[in-house]
């Protein structure tokens, strides 16, 4: 048998073509489902690089500014040591000492501070507004420490302008190495306000810049009051893994609010600063959610219609296939005994004469013919002698109980029992048992009583390379035989052994009957 065969077989099966079509919608969504989960590997990464970017961009405009603030005060402090300064014209003293700051974006206020706090210099006017800032935590910072470098400050409010702003200040040493004041320049926080104004990051995304003791400076877009006093988040768990990692990424719950939000994180190299920029991980599946449910529902729908049409067509398929087993069946059965009619008959005689010449088994066959039937139809009418037929039928199935035994009719009153694995004394046995079913036959109705109709019977039984037309003219001409000696009676057909008959005694019709 060929592959394309072997395949055809399982795919006749109206199961088959159900469950192909209940394991395609399965497929389709498991497919989609991983389809699915690729464009939200896509989403993270896309919202991954974004923020990325944004923090990078963000890192380098704040690094440029703040340096370029650092270097003016930088300037100012190296400036006032130089000879003659402190002798110049205000005019000369101002252009010499604030200059650099005029290129530096969002400056708020310069002022030199002397070592009391007060203002003695100002870069926006040669007479110096007046403001004390002795007690400003930079300037207590700087006072306490000589090496301290760089000072970035808390957000406060300054005293001049009332606005919130981050103060950049630089110590000023005398001669000896002693206090001898602050140089500062304020950065306003409206600069970020800016900077962070054309990003948007959903509603619940945020920026926030940190410094690196903990406190927060700002958050955009929902800065804390500058007037309260920052927070700290030194503490928390999300900025103790900002301080594990130079940059980085991670997902985390705000403890504030308790979203879930991913983290994209730096920390400054050479500045107290740690900067994030943080995206509800909610937004980022949001466009991914609303996709999934589109296509989810899509595929739901077509799933469930593929589905449904397969059942309806698997059904179509049984109640088809069943229609075309009921035709088949009725093609080889008569319809008025119920048996085997003629063509089924004549395909399971070639099919056990072959099997009976493969292996071996013996295969004995019975002809059974109704005596006198014609006289039944002519007295009685054909109602009387179909009932008689049926009678018979009921007799010659009660007479064998095996699977393989089969009984059919094969004529108008002719019968026949194919009996496999049967040897003669067996089927000879058989039908004796025959006669005896028949002799109990009765048609109350038509007055038929018991032991009145009767049946010839001829058995032919296979030889090794008996053919089966030859066994069918066998055990028909045993019948025969049957009818002339006598009527209701069995006659054997024998079939001489190759060796023991000539050609010419072989291809005679008249063999050897026996009667039982």
Known sequence: MTASRRLAGPLRSPRSWTVLGMLAPVGMLIVSGLMLLDLRRDAWEKAEQTSRNLLQVIERDVARNV???????????????APGVAEASPELRQL?????????QDVGITLVLDEAGDSILDAASTTPRRVNNADRDYFKAHKARADLGLHISHPVVSRL????????????????????GVALASLSLSYFDRLFDRIDLGRQGTINLYHRDGTRLLRYPTPDPVSAPPPNFLAAPNFQRFLHRDRGTFVGTTLSD????????????????????????????????RKALVLGGILLALGGLTAGLSLLFGRELRRRTAIEAELARLSRTDVLTGLTNRRGFDAA????????????QPLCLLIVDADHFKRYNDRYGHAVGDAVL?????????????????????????????????????????????????????????????????????????????????????????????????????CRATVPEPEAASPAARGRAALRVVGA
């Open 96 to 104: 010499v000492l604030f200059d650099r700051v005029t290129s530096a």
């Open 349 to 360: 005689l070639g099919a056990a004469c072959e099997r009976a010449r493969r292996t071996g």
């Open 161 to 180: 302008t009332g606005a919130p702003v981050i103060v950049l200040s630089r110590r000023i040493s005398k001669p000896d190495g002693s206090f001898g």
């Open 258 to 289: 308790g979203v879930e939000r991913h983290y994209t994180f730096v920390q400054f190299p050479d500045l107290p600063l740690v900067l994030n920029v943080a995206v509800a991980t909610r937004e980022i599946d949001a466009e991914w959610r």
């Open 390 to 490: 049926k009678g018979l039928a009921q007799g010659l199935s009660a007479s064998v109980h095996r699977p393989d035994d089969l009984v059919a009719r094969v004529g108008g009153e002719e019968f026949a029992l194919l009996l496999p694995d049967t040897e003669m004394a067996g089927a000879a046995r058989i039908a004796e048992r025959i006669h005896a079913r028949v002799a109990e036959l009765a048609i109350a109705e038509a007055g038929i009583a018991a032991g009145t109709v009767g049946v010839s019977i001829g058995l032919a039984c296979a030889a090794a390379e008996t053919a089966a037309d030859d066994l069918f003219r066998l055990a028909d001409g045993a019948l025969y035989a049957a009818k002339e000696a006598g009527r209701n009676r069995t």
């Open 67 to 81: 340096e370029i603030i650092d270097l003016s005060l930088q300037a100012i402090v190296d400036n006032l040591k």
